[in-house]
């Protein structure tokens, strides 16, 4: 048994939860990390869809220890709606578990991602407006409300009064909005999220020490991807956490040494949602058909997801900054019937090559893709084994398998649990 990150390696919504769903079989604990109800993941089983934001998707195994570790942030009320969600599908939450060190989204954070969107106008980033920005924002400026905090209704009270106080002189004196949050009120409301919550409460920090030491199978289930990383991504149009496997170790509180794998999710192409460069964006009909076809819409607020070829740059950079140890390459079988698909090796502004990621926004912005053409292939959803796939998603296999440096160890053929080949 052994402990095994799985991380977005693009722009987020590779196919996470999908890699997840299928190793939770084996699994006997589930451990978010980072981010919040931004994130979307998405399990489909036979003809059930099970869209996940905060809970682990190893939920739908009974007997799973599922943990929201401490480096997620919670909204409360996202969080109940997802729990009453889930028990009504008949799955339990018993066995769910919430960082005490967690931090909590509050209501003047939401309406501070909105109104910051807004005053960007035309540079605005596309976040999801659920308050994940500000909400990291207080925590890096140690003024945030932790999820213990909620046990203690003196010390929240003190925390919420300080901090609509301050709220609420940005909201109208900065960005002139006739807005004002209640303290008191905001107090009721928490008190009463966690008398429902509590339950759920823990040290997670020895739940999933202890586990790991015991051998049980730990996975770590990513949120978002490399590119949205606050440090490494394609700053700013990232998000506030740290999806990378670093992000991993300080968001479920262990040490490097107790990470065994590390397997970066990508799709056979690339996706974003929100704004920011994309060297391999399609704007014709090719991005219009993988986006048909790939059912391309965002899980949390249902945007269109823009489409690209697959990028190896992007790739190998992923690979190098979280030391991935192997790639599940997900909906391969979204590019069949086209009779080329392309794989960009490297960028190109102006006369130079590029083959590392850039650091300069302005500098991504002027890359052009440099592209190798392959052959297409035809349905693979039906698929099996490895040794059945054409040559032509073999040989696709093999030059990405030498563009990333790094294997890969399976094949999404489709979105339902058994759409997958193992590669040995
Ligand atoms: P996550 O955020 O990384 O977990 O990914 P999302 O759930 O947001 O988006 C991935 C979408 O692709 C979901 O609708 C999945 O059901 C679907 N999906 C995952 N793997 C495959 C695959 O191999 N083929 C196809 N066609 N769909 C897939
Ligand atoms: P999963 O886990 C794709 C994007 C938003 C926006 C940027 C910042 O499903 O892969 P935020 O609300 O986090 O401040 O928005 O990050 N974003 C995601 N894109 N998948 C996600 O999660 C995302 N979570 C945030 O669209 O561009
Ligand atoms: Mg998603």
Known sequence: MSSKVIIGAQWGDEGKAKIIDIMSEKAEVVVRSQGGNNAGHTVRVGGETYKFHLIPSGILYSGTLCVIGNGVVIDPEGLLEEIQGVQEKGISTDNLKISLRAHLVM???????????????????????????????????????????????????????????????????????????????????????????????????????????EGKEVLFEGAQGTLLDIDLGSYPYVTSSHPVTGGVCIGAGIGPTMIDECIGVMKGYVTRVGKGPFPTELFDETGDKIRTVGQEFGTTTGRPRRCGWFDAVIGKFAVRTSSLTTIALNKVDVLAGLDKVKICTAYKRGKTLIHDFPASLEELAQCEPVYETLDGWGDISHMSCYEDLPKSVKHYIKRIEELCNVKVSMLGIGPNRNQNIMIK
Not at 135 to 145: L, N, Q, T, V
Not at 165 to 193: C, G, H, R, T
């Open 107 to 213: 209501p003047y954070h939401k309406e501070l991602d909105g109104i910051k969107e807004e005053q960007r106008g035309e540079s605005s980033i596309g976040t999801t407006k659920k308050g994940i920005g500000p909400c990291y924002m207080d925590k890096a400026e140690r003024s945030g409300i932790r999820v213990c905090d909620l046990l203690n209704e003196k010390v929240l009270r003190a925390k919420v009064q300080e901090n609509v106080q301050i709220k609420n002189a940005i909201i109208q004196q900065v960005y002139k909005k006739d807005i004002s949050f209640d303290a008191d009120e905001i107090v009721q409301m928490y008190l009463n999220y966690a008398k429902q919550l509590k339950p759920y409460f823990a040290d997670t920090t020895v739940l999933v020490y202890e586990a790991i030491q």
